[in-house]
């Protein structure tokens, strides 16, 4: 007997001493609801669910927009868990750890991934498992014995004193000159700077708030020199959008992102700096932050980190540093 015929005589014989034509109009509505599902008895691995893997990754997707993961981090999600979910071609709750050791050893032989690529996709994939089995939808994490792969962790260093008075002699436009005091003096995301208008703000405080990564609001502060910068471009704007930061030729749109991480990369070919970009402006307030002595906790609450350990990856500091205070304290 089909499973859904079964639940409408259930509850039928539940509702036993009802009249005639509630339990026909119950009848006929349990069957209208029910016609469009699939519905499988629990059974000692896996509880009722919609009978489809990529189901189960849109709900594990959902959950994680609900906890205010961005947009562009639900992609990623999503993206690597559809192609996890299309290899391994048998329900989720027969997955062993020996196919997802497949899964991943293969991914990095077809792809030529780093070890460091890899083990974010792995870090994915044991939160999508851990997920399934903390909702129920799995009787164990097959992704539990899933080791870290190890990977060089290589030093991403900051700009130095040199480099950003090179930058600064480098721009060709007040905006520029503006906007890369501004990434280094609020130390926020790419995406937050492009998101700002120029009522965002506040001159006589030097602060302003902006909505970060999950939705979550957070002040930021500006130095006086980003300040003057800042107001002096604007002074000379002759637009009228709103943007904080925008393009410096007509139809003067708002610059996104992507412009910014042109601009920025343009101002170092000129300036003869490698490796230039947003988000090494931000870098480089951190370590800047932390070797005058600001606590770390400060630190990750300017740059909107929920987690000390992610800040602690930012900061850069130099052995003659680590030397210094070493000397200092042991003296």
């Not at 947009?71 to 329900?91: A, I, P, S």
């Not at 004193?161 to 790419?190: H, I, M, P, Q």
């Not at 939705?215 to 300040?227: D, H, I, P, W």
């Not at 910068?229 to 925008?246: E, G, H, T």
Request: charged share 30%.
């Amino acid at each position: 007997m089909d499973v859904r015929t079964q639940i409408i005589n259930n509850v039928l014989g539940a509702l036993t001493g009802m009249g005639a034509e509630v339990l026909d109009k119950v009848e006929g509505v349990l069957h209208i609801q029910l016609k469009d599902y699939e519905i499988q008895e629990r059974c000692t691995e896996m509880v009722v669910h919609d009978g489809s893997n990529l189901g189960l990754v849109r709900k594990f997707i959902a959950t994680k927009r609900l906890e205010g993961k961005s947009e562009k981090t639900l992609e990623k999600y999503q993206r690597e868990l559809e192609n996890l979910v299309g290899f391994l071609n048998k329900k989720l709750f027969e997955v062993e750890t020996f196919d997802l050791r497949l899964y991943l050893s293969l991914y990095k032989e077809n792809r030529k991934v780093s070890n460091r690529t890899l083990d974010n996709i792995r870090k994915t994939v044991s939160s999508f498992f851990s997920w399934l089995n903390d909702e129920g939808f799995i009787g164990r994490n097959p992704a539990r014995a899933l080791k870290q792969i190890k990977y060089d962790k290589i030093v991403r260093k900051p700009f130095s004193a040199v480099d950003r008075e090179k930058l600064k002699n480098a721009c060709e436009f007040l905006r520029d000159l503006a906007l890369t005091e501004f990434l280094y003096a609020s130390g926020l995301r790419v995406s937050e700077v492009a998101s700002l208008n120029r009522d965002s703000i506040n001159f006589l405080t030097r602060e302003a708030t902006v909505v970060g990564k999950g939705g979550k609001e957070r002040k930021f502060y500006l130095s006086e020199v980003a300040t003057e910068y800042l107001q002096q471009y604007l002074a000379s704007r002759v637009d009228s959008n709103q943007a904080l930061f925008a393009s410096v030729k007509a139809p003067f749109e708002r610059l996104g992102k992507e412009g910014i991480e042109v601009a920025v990369k343009r101002i170092g070919r000129k300036a003869g700096v490698d490796n230039v970009h947003p988000h090494r402006f931000r870098r480089t307030l951190a370590t800047d932050l932390v070797k005058k002595n600001v606590p770390i906790q400060e630190v990750a609450e300017i740059l909107g980190h929920a987690d000390l350990r992610t800040t602690q990856v930012y900061v850069c500091l130099d052995q003659d540093s680590i030397k210094y205070h070493y000397n200092k304290a042991v003296a």
